[in-house]
């Protein structure tokens, strides 16, 4: 996890992943001609543990559910600034349920952070944000997920992600009870 050079393998072409989180479990199917650098980074953050125990900090009624700031502060510092490459849209719109990274909106700034779109936001698809994969089973477990926060300070009343990177999980169960979690996210066999 305080490692990021060494979580550099090539993902799959096609792979399963198994997220549980505190609203029930749900299985994603990644696709890696769809988002190479995406896959490839998302492939190695779940076989290293990094979204265990992961908050869903920023739900958005309609919009989508982001996750991918970990507990740490210690791991976030070594993840911030360790962007991918960006991928050319292959096609793939961020319909509902299509998993996405989220960036900056700078070139190359995808890094840990994913959300999965609850509508259609294909207006998404020509700003960088690149589908990898999309959720196969338990969907429903999306529309369970606490929204009563909102989107992040100082717009909205849910966290500040900066302090999400700085004071990580104690921040967010002090101050933010109700939110859902991945408990654990593993690749499938």
């Known amino acids: 996890l305080l490692s990021p050079e060494k979580a550099n393998e090539t993902a799959p072409e096609k792979f399963r992943a198994k997220l549980a989180t505190t609203q029930g479990d749900m299985v994603v199917e990644i696709t890696r001609a769809w988002s190479p650098h995406g896959a490839d980074r998302f492939y190695n953050l779940v076989k290293i543990g990094y979204y265990d125990d992961t908050a869903f900090f920023r739900v958005i009624d309609g919009f989508m559910a982001q996750i991918g700031i970990h507990g740490d502060p210690a791991v976030n510092a ?3 600034g360790n962007g991918i490459q960006d991928d050319p849209n292959a096609g793939q719109s961020n319909k509902p349920w299509a998993l996405t990274f989220a960036k900056s909106g700078a070139p190359h700034s995808r890094t840990t952070q994913i959300f999965f779109n609850f509508g259609d936001n294909r207006m998404l698809d020509n700003q960088g944000f690149t589908p ?5 089973e338990g969907g ?3 529309g369970r997920l606490y929204r009563g926060y909102g989107e992040g300070a100082p717009g909205g009343g849910g966290p500040e992600q900066g302090r999400v990177q700085m004071e990580g999980g104690a921040y967010l169960k002090s101050e933010f009870p109700k939110l859902d979690y991945i408990k654990t996210a593993r690749i499938l066999p």
């Open 78 to 80: 070594k993840w911030r």
């Open 140 to 142: 429903e477990v999306l």
């Open 132 to 136: 990898f994969g999309v959720v196969v």
